[in-house]
């Protein structure tokens, strides 16, 4: 995923009583799975509640229009898979990551994302969910990764911003996005084996 800046993020206000925690991921499970199958113009708030299995009242409760409720999804994506491995190694730390990346493209949020990103140009707020939400988690994750990776004096400072760090995720992305190639952990292990590492190395 593309290196972004982190920036917190204003969720938007909604009235009315509490929300049930218990009860959110059942609905952000039905929302993703509504936005791959009809996308965000044949999304609706009535269709999200029938989905889920709860009363309109709940899905009102928490979002006063569909901008809002995909807006604060968007926001919460990749937030339980994206994490900063400590493996003890540049090389096992990239692996992990990379099989992260593999799982996330695969299950529900990214039939979602892909479901988005045509109309994503068209939303700003979209477009700002995305930016500060699921690519600031990815960024931090990997910059978690070069900062251990630098404390053990396995790369240079200037390598989190130079264009080899971008291939880490880079041929990952490309294929799931335009080729519609199978993108799972072996092509994952290829890729950093055969093209990270060896830049990696190179600029070590």
């Known amino acids: 995923m593309a290196a972004l800046p982190t920036a917190d993020v204003a969720r938007p206000s909604r009235g009315g009583r ?10 952000r499970a ?19 509640a029938a989905e889920a299995g709860v009363g309109k009242a709940t899905i009102y409760r928490r979002w006063r229009t569909k901008q809002d409720l995909v807006v604060d999804t968007i926001s919460d994506l990749n937030r339980d898979e994206a994490h900063s491995p400590d493996t003890g190694s540049l090389e ?9 990346l593999v799982g996330v493209v ?15 140009p068209r939303h700003p707020a979209l477009a700002e969910a995305f930016k500060n939400g699921p690519l600031a988690v990815w960024q ?65």
Do not use: C, K
């Open 92 to 100: 096992g730390d990239l692996r992990e990551i990379m099989h992260a």
């Open 18 to 27: 509490p929300r049930d925690p218990s009860r959110d991921g059942v609905i």
């Open 140 to 204: 931090q994750s990997f910059e978690q990764v070069w900062t251990n990776a630098e404390a053990r004096g396995e790369v240079r400072p200037e390598f989190r911003t130079s264009v080899a760090a971008e291939t880490i995720s880079a041929l990952l992305v490309q294929r799931w996005l335009l080729t519609g190639r199978t993108v799972d952990v072996a092509y994952a292990d290829e890729v950093l084996d055969t093209v990270v590492l060896p830049l990696v190395r190179d600029q070590a």
């Open 106 to 120: 695969n299950g529900p949020t990214g039939a979602a994302t892909l479901s988005l990103l045509s109309t994503v």
């Open 30 to 48: 039905a929302i993703l799975r509504l936005l791959a199958d009809v996308g965000y113009g044949a999304l609706t708030m009535d269709a999200v």
